[in-house]
């Protein structure tokens, strides 16, 4: 595919963060030129960008970084793009962004290489912690049992005129509409690891970030199968006080 392109040749890629996208800019080296580009659409971790774009400076071939949000209504809506390069590889890439933002307010050319993945993770973190203020106050409602509250009433409502209006309260919804009940989901949240890197961040500057924070946590706990440590909370509280510990099966 790289050998049928002519002139400068420009290779987007959007594979795993990590080895994966290391390996893979690693075997188009051979096949590029000075003045060539490589873009990471992908989730990579910017401190990786910045190691990267150095490595590929020193050889000549432009990078850029682009963090990339829209999820899979992207290909209709267009994308959000957060683009981190130098500005030459920008002005390069400008008609391509425009294309895949569909509008100049969709895309931006955000600061050096590394700056693109950098506000992508943070992005994410926010993302996070909205998410999971959602999950909770709707959690809230449906314990309230007594009065018998029709999320998806609610939700829709909420959508039109509210201050929590937004697009993951539109997707909320959505899924309300089908089933409040949730019958065929899992209690289980993975995280992608830019929520991890968004809070090592914010220990690195020694910025508080306690809702970003709580909402990983949150997610993890939901991935602990065993519970051992509500176990240990469950024969503490035995110890001390004599309460009841329920065993398995009760």
Known sequence: AVAKLDGQKIVWLMVPAGNPTEEQIKELIPMLNKGDIIIDGGNSNYKDSQRIGKFLEEK?????DCGTSGGVWGLANGYCLM???KQEVADTMKPILQALAHADRGWAH??????GHFTKMIHNGIEYGM????????DLLKGKEDLNLDLAQIT???????????WLLDLTADALKEDQELTAVAPYVADSGEGRWTVMESVEQGVAA??????????????????YSYKLLSMMRNGFGGHFVKSVGD
Do not use: K, N, Y
Request: aromatic share 6%; charged share 15%.
């Open 110 to 115: 955000v600061g050096p290489v590394g700056s």
């Open 156 to 166: 829709e409502l909420w959508r039109h005129g509210s201050v929590v209006r937004s």
């Open 210 to 227: 306690p809702v970003l924070t709580l909402a990983l946590q949150a997610r993890f706990r939901s991935q602990d199968a065993t519970g």
């Open 83 to 85: 683009v981190g390069a």
């Open 131 to 138: 998410m999971q203020a959602m999950a909770e106050g709707l």
């Open 60 to 64: 000549g071939i432009g990078f850029m």
